[in-house]
């Protein structure tokens, strides 16, 4: 199976990714975002960070970069393209994601690890995972998921609220959602499901002397679904 | 010409920093500030002469960068 990371100016979870997608039996590519190509992939994947600085709004000028068309591209006609955090914001700025991440409602930056309850496994990301809820890390100020009320509807019409926040039994409440997203939504899917954007980071969770490694269930489940 | 826009979050979406300085205000004796809603300011030379079509251009600029529509009003002063 082929993946390709797309880096941006400001990204720092690229190197991550790149170690857990190989761990688990990706051939990987990093591509930078200059780069009009993309050579051929199962996978694409837009990492975490800070991508040209925040400005503007996060993930607003990643959005328009030249290597954007062909993410265009490939998410239009199917292929699998995985956001994490700054790429969920990239995601949801290109218009392949609805909605927007707004900032933390207590305006801190947080850096935690966070359970979050898959909620929909009729897709290529969590198809047969062997765990329901998982122990992953988050690190971000803007990851406030917000849509308009009908945007939300059709969300939840479609099955298309991938990950939520709850405590370690899968339990969601108020207390749990650590920066007050709409409906603890940590991740949602595109129609096709073909694209995913969450906010926490499993890649950062893949061995067991980190806090968990809890992103190995996601990785190892992930490959299996691409064979 | 210069063309200058403002963007402002719409009425409902949260805006913890706007939050935070009507807070700091009111603890600074600014007792009558009962809410603050920041937003982004834009001065934009463009090499167009004409205010209509440079207007014109500055509003499609808004649409496809500048504003967020989903959680953004913008208004080209």
Redesign the interface.
């Known amino acids: 199976m082929r993946s390709a990371v797309i880096i941006f100016p400001g990204s720092n979870c690229d190197r991550d990714m790149d170690v857990a997608l190989k761990k688990f039996g990706f051939k990987n590519q990093m591509i930078w975002h200059n780069d009009m190509e993309i050579p051929k992939s199962d996978l694409i994947v837009l990492p975490g960070g800070f991508s040209y600085g925040d400005y503007?709004?996060c993930g607003?000028i990643a959005g328009?970069s030249k290597i954007i068309k062909s993410v265009l591209e490939f998410a239009n006609s199917g292929g699998l393209v995985l956001g994490i955090c700054n790429g969920f914001q990239i995601l949801?700025?290109t218009g392949l994601l609805?909605?927007?991440l707004?900032?933390?409602?207590?305006?801190k930056f947080i850096c935690k690890n966070v359970h979050v309850k898959i909620n929909d496994k009729e897709n290529k990301y969590f198809k047969n995972i062997k765990k329901e809820v998982l122990e992953l890390h988050i690190a971000h100020n803007e990851g406030?998921y917000?849509?308009?009320d009908d945007e939300l509807k059709s969300l939840i019409n479609n099955n298309q609220i991938a990950i939520t926040y709850c405590n370690e039994n899968g339990k969601e409440a108020d207390r749990y959602n650590p920066n007050?997203a709409l409906s603890n939504i940590a991740g949602i899917f595109n129609k096709n499901k073909n694209i995913l954007g969450m906010m926490p980071h499993p890649e950062r969770v893949i061995d067991k002397s980190l806090s968990s490694d809890d992103g190995n269930f996601f990785f190892e489940n992930l490959i299996e679904n691409l064979k | 010409m210069k063309v200058k826009v403002i963007v402002t979050l719409k009425d409902g979406v949260l805006d913890p920093q706007g939050k935070a300085i009507q807070q700091t205000l009111n603890g600074m004796s600014f007792s009558e500030v009962k809410e603050v809603r920041q937003g982004k300011y834009f001065d934009i030379e463009v090499s167009i002469n004409d205010e209509e079509k440079a207007k014109v251009k500055v509003d499609e600029m808004c649409k496809k960068l500048l504003a967020n529509l989903v959680i953004e009003d913008y208004k080209i002063l």
């Open positions: 503007l709004r607003s328009k949801t700025e609805p909605g927007v707004l900032q933390n409602k207590y305006q406030n917000f849509c308009s007050g």
